[in-house]
């Protein structure tokens, strides 16, 4: 299967897949990388692994609907069968939505924390459970159908950083193994399920 995935930051979600990749039997390969900002270590990585890589701000068009055809229109190049969204700080757009079949990963148990400080709400909540979890994405923030969630402890004189960190421990080997089942094993949802298995992308 072909994956594009979308990057806003450091990329240890996506070096983790790339590190997955590697391996053919893996079933699925990065054939591009995309993301919201310049000169963010996610880039890096792609550039690295020799990995086709795009940027498309939000900054560089007039209206978020340009930006959003813009972004799908960079993506569709690649012919992606799954775009993966691993750290991407912008909510997409339903142009994007309508072209691929989007996943992303969230550092919280959804729907608790949704949004872009999920780890620092789960630490002022004073939550003793928090963990990540593996969705598909639709119009809404964090809203879209469940596929995978694993729990992580909240540690005594843990701070946002050290529960992030050991959220995105947890967080990588989850998206790395629904990714490849995905691709491998194929998926379909109904509603709010969905259902890993049946014919490989
Ligand atoms: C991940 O925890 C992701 O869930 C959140 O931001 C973090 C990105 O980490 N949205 P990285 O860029 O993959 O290292």
């Avoid at 990329?11 to 990065?30: E, P, R």
């Avoid at 055809?69 to 909510?91: E, N, Q």
């Amino acid at each position: 299967a072909r994956l594009v995935v979308l990057v806003s930051g450091s990329g240890t979600n996506l070096q983790a897949l790339i590190d997955a990749a590697a391996d053919g039997a893996y079933g699925a390969s990065i054939v591009a990388v995309g993301a919201d900002r310049e000169g963010i270590e996610g880039l890096a990585r792609a550039e690295r692994e020799g990995i086709p890589s795009f940027v498309v701000k939000l900054s560089g068009h007039p209206t978020r609907a340009a930006w959003d055809t813009a972004l799908r229109d960079a993506i569709a190049v690649h012919r992606p069968d799954l775009v993966v969204s691993a750290g991407f700080m912008k909510i997409l757009g339903h142009e994007v939505l309508a072209a691929f079949p989007v996943v992303n990963t969230h550092p919280a148990l959804l729907p608790s924390f949704p949004g872009a400080h999920a780890v620092a709400e789960a630490i002022a909540y004073g939550v003793r459970v928090t963990g990540c979890t593996v969705h598909l994405v639709d119009a809404g923030v964090d809203t879209g159908p469940v596929i995978a969630q694993e729990a992580v402890t909240v540690e005594d004189g843990d701070d946002e950083s050290t529960l992030h960190e050991r959220i995105k421990t947890v967080e990588r080997r989850l998206l790395v193994e629904v990714v490849g089942r995905m691709a491998r094993d194929g998926w379909s949802v109904t509603g709010r399920r969905v259902r890993l298995g049946g014919d490989p992308l």
